[in-house]
């Protein structure tokens, strides 16, 4: 996350470089940056004549490159956005290299290459390294997210108490773009002096009260097969709201907090925990073996590679998650 911030700094810095290569598989820090230098670089008086965006399925580097060249008619830079630039091919990459090692010092290119980290071995790579600024666009980690989602709420000035957030963030997961939607809906319902509730987000969000990932994670901790049992089955019948990939990284999370728990001790900042529930945490932890804790994040694994045919069974969601449950009520 700091990486993010102090190139955003740099930005809003007038500190610019002549080519950005951005890139990874969290594209809502690609976006963000993109953005923050559109609105820094580009002006709606000039954006007309100092201003192209291009997609890497129908653009060349020659195309790039001529832009590039250009002087910028009204503003001080020509600004250059290739968005989807992950479809441009290894032979056009090289070429913009060459580009690359000279650049045009009144233009700015803005290369966004999703899905991925650019490869270091290329010579685009190491050429940006030199003269321009590269951005790899990495997930959080489960422990980033809650201090991610403070900081997201100071800058909306937005107030939300921790079983709020926590239940947030549990039930959207690392979904960056979707935590950030959700946090810009609660800013339009919800004045500045609003401490916005646990209640709140079941209503607004739509989340279900008693229903959710959150709840799942207690069930499982206080080692409830039935009530577990349930929220499962409300969360597998809704399961475009639900897929099996966030109630099963929720599952493994939990376990990994408690492992940690065992493990380094009661360092909720360390661990990604919120103060708030640490007490809670603690006597989960208490219920649980070392060896079942690892043993739980194990079967985790196995079901979610099932869930994504590696490890084929031929179940559906419903049966992976349903069989992951008796299995870790049974360890």
């Known amino acids: 996350m700091q990486p993010f ?21 969290e594209s809502f820090f690609i976006d963000r940056i993109c953005d923050s230098l559109i609105e820094n670089l580009v002006n709606e008086n000039s954006k007309d004549f100092d201003f192209s965006q291009l997609y890497g399925k129908e653009t060349t580097a020659s195309e790039i490159i001529e832009i590039a060249k250009r002087y910028p008619m009204l503003s001080k830079y020509n600004v250059i956005i290739i968005k989807e630039a992950q479809f441009i091919n290894n032979k056009e990459l090289d070429i913009l290299a060459i580009y690359a090692s000279k650049p045009m010092l009144q233009s700015i290119i803005i290369f966004c290459y999703r899905g991925k980290s650019f490869d270091k071995r290329k010579k685009l790579y190491k050429e940006v390294a030199k003269y321009g600024e590269i951005f790899d666009a990495k997930p959080l980690f489960d422990n980033q997210l809650n201090p991610w989602v403070k900081s997201q709420m100071i800058n909306k000035k937005l ?31 919800f004045s500045e002096d609003k401490l916005i509730s646990k209640d709140d987000i079941e209503k607004h969000v739509g989340i279900s009260k008693k229903f959710n990932i959150f709840e799942l994670q207690k069930a499982l901790g206080l ?40 493990s380094i001790g009661s360092n909720y900042e360390r661990i990604g925990i919120n103060p708030y529930f640490i ?50 009520f049974a360890i």
Do not use: C, W
């Not at 470089?17 to 990874?24: H, K, Q, R």
């Not at 079983?163 to 959700?182: H, P, Y």
């Not at 097969?225 to 929220?231: D, L």
């Not at 804790?293 to 490890?311: H, P, R």
């Open 223 to 262: 080692r409830n097969f039935s009530h577990a049992f349930k929220i499962l089955q409300y969360l597998n019948t809704n399961s475009k709201e639900n897929p099996i990939v966030l109630i099963l990284s929720g599952i493994h999370s939990y376990f990994q907090k408690l492992l940690l728990i065992k």
């Open 159 to 189: 107030k939300m108490t921790p079983d709020a957030v926590e239940l947030l963030i549990s039930n959207i997961g690392s979904d960056l773009n979707r935590i950030d939607s959700e946090l810009v809906k609660l800013n339009l319902i």
């Open 5 to 25: 911030l102090n190139f955003l700094a740099k930005i809003n810095k007038k500190e610019y470089s002549s080519f950005y290569l951005l890139s990874g598989s």
């Open 279 to 328: 007490k809670e945490y603690e006597n989960a932890a208490k219920l649980f073996t070392m060896k079942q804790l690892v043993n739980a994040m194990e079967q985790v694994l196995i079901a979610d590679l099932e869930s994504k045919g590696i490890k084929s069974t031929g179940k559906s969601s419903q049966e992976i998650t349903e069989g992951l449950l008796l299995k870790l």
